[in-house]
Each structure stands twice: as structure tokens, then as C-alpha cells.
């Protein structure tokens, strides 16, 4: 069964630090992977994703994450955290038995202080 | 913003009650899922639209059902609620269902309390 772990219920991190918040995953075939941030009360905002290809991927507000294929992982970094990245983080993958639909980590809440 | 709209933001009702919650994707986007977030399952995947055909399904119970309408929009309709069922429920629409992956723009959901 495809799946993707986020070990950390929570990260604490003081601005200015480097930050990464972990994610591995099991899937059969090639993974399809995302990083999405949700803020309090808000929807999920899209970050970036992993096709194929270079296995550092940049995306949106300085993110970027690093594929592993040999330790299955998929970590969320960022060189300089900022008090506004505290959100909850998901992790997902895409489920290849339900069209592209996503299959979600149990997130990891990130906090930044100042 | 993403584009994807949700209504209503909030929702009170009671045990046995029906509700339909209504989602308008981003423009041009022609694919619709519908999320449930709880604390206890996390987010899961219940049903998954294109151009107004069901594609996939998820953990979706037989006490919910949805549709798409020919102007993309969608419902997603809960009947004999649960105090179980109380949840914020996400709809995200991406461009596509085949190819890609496509990234889902989520919208700001529906927080259904059950009482």
C-alpha cells in the first residue's frame, strides 16, 4: 500500500535557523510527491512537487526539497526560517489506485520563533 | 487565494440531518476532489471528479455522494449525519485527472459540526 510518514508531530526552529521537516514514503513504481503548508483556519497551499529528474526541487516562499531515492525521503528545507512559516506542513503523495488523487502524511506542525 | 471557492464556511446541524456542500473549481480546471480533515483520520481522499464524470474514490462512506454539474461546479451531499462526520471538508480542483501530476489548489473549506 502507498503511504508517506512524516515522523515529527512538531519542529521548533528559531528565525533565522535552517529548517527541514521530514518525509518518507512508500509507494510501488515511480513516487509522485508534493509538499503542501496549511495556515490556521486556512486551506492547504501548494509548495512544489517531484516528477522526475534533479533531485533538489525549489518552490514557492524560499522551500525546496530534497528526493532520496535510496532512503525512500523526501525533506522539506529551507535555508532561513521565518516567524510566518509557522503552519502545519503535509507531505503526499499521489495515490496511482485513485486517479491523482493525494495521499496525505499526518502533518508536521512547524514552529518558528523569534 | 487559489481560485477554488467553498460554501458555506461554516455549518451547524444535528444528528440524522442531510447537507450539501457546494465547491466552484478554478477557472479552466476541469478536475474536482473532495478532502475530509479530522483530527483522529487526518486527511483523506473521498471522491475525485472530471468534467463531470466520477473518476475515483476514496474513503468515502455509502452516506455520502457528490456530483459535478456541466459548469464544473460541485456538491458533495452528507445525509444521516453522525456526530463522527463533524469535520472540515476541502474541495481542490487541478486541470487534469490523467498525465501530469498536477498539483491541487485547495479551497478554504467547510467546517461541518454535527451536534
Known amino acids: 500500500a502507498q503511504s508517506v510518514a512524516q515522523p515529527e508531530d512538531q519542529v521548533n526552529v528559531a528565525e533565522g535557523n535552517p529548517l527541514t521537516v521530514k518525509c518518507t514514503y512508500s509507494v510501488s513504481g515511480n513516487p509522485y510527491l508534493f509538499w503542501y503548508v496549511q495556515y490556521p483556519n486556512r486551506g492547504l497551499q501548494f509548495l512544489l512537487k517531484y516528477i522526475t529528474g534533479d533531485n533538489l526541487v525549489k518552490g514557492s516562499y524560499g522551500f525546496e526539497a530534497e528526493f532520496n531515492k535510496s532512503q525512500t525521503s523526501f525533506h522539506l528545507k529551507k535555508p532561513s526560517a521565518l516567524v510566518s512559516d509557522s503552519a502545519l506542513y503535509f507531505c503526499?503523495?499521489?495515490?496511482?489506485?485513485?486517479?491523482?488523487?493525494?495521499?496525505f502524511g499526518k502533518g508536521t506542525t512547524l514552529s518558528v520563533s523569534s | 487565494d487559489s481560485g477554488v471557492t467553498q460554501t458555506p464556511k461554516h455549518l451547524i446541524t444535528a444528528t440524522g440531518q442531510r447537507v450539501t456542500l457546494r465547491c466552484s473549481p478554478r477557472s479552466g480546471d476541469l478536475s474536482v476532489y473532495w478532502y475530509q480533515q479530522s483530527l483522529d483520520q487526518g486527511l483523506q481522499f473521498l471522491i475525485q471528479y472530471y468534467n463531470g464524470e466520477e473518476r475515483a474514490k476514496g474513503n468515502i462512506l455509502e452516506r455520502f455522494s457528490a456530483q459535478q454539474f456541466p459548469d464544473l461546479h460541485s456538491e458533495l451531499n452528507l445525509s444521516s449525519l453522525e456526530l463522527g462526520d463533524s469535520a472540515l471538508y476541502f474541495c481542490a480542483s487541478s486541470v487534469a485527472t490523467t498525465g501530469g501530476p498536477y498539483e491541487q489548489y485547495f479551497g478554504p473549506g467547510t467546517r461541518l459540526t454535527v451536534t
Open positions: 503526499a503523495v499521489r495515490d496511482i489506485k485513485a486517479g491523482t488523487a493525494l495521499i
